[in-house]
């Protein structure tokens, strides 16, 4: 069986809604917008990046230890709230 005979069979077992959401995909994939929302997403990515860099050189940042600390208390307070 070939590689389009496969995901053909597996997009026949979707919703119609999935179906579309399948093909959408793919028309994004042909079109070269994935390309622009990658672009997109990475310079998002750096800007939030030199964003922290700036805070770090301004000492505002957060010792990891404590940040692992509260989110393991914070865990801990949950399960103790499940049972």
């Known amino acids: 069986m070939i590689i389009e005979q496969a995901i053909l069979e ?14 959408a ?3 994004l994939l042909q ?5 622009f929302l990658y672009k997109g997403k990475f310079k998002e990515l750096q ?6 860099i ?6 505002e940042v957060v010792d990891a230890q404590e940040v692992f600390q509260r989110l393991r208390e914070k865990l801990q307070h949950k399960r103790n709230q499940a049972g």
């Open 10 to 23: 597996k997009v026949r077992v979707l919703s119609p809604a999935k179906q579309q959401e399948v093909l």
């Open 31 to 35: 079109n070269d917008e994935w390309e």
């Open 54 to 59: 700036e805070a770090a050189e301004q000492g």
């Open 47 to 52: 800007q939030k990046i030199k964003v922290g």
């Open 25 to 27: 995909f793919v028309e």
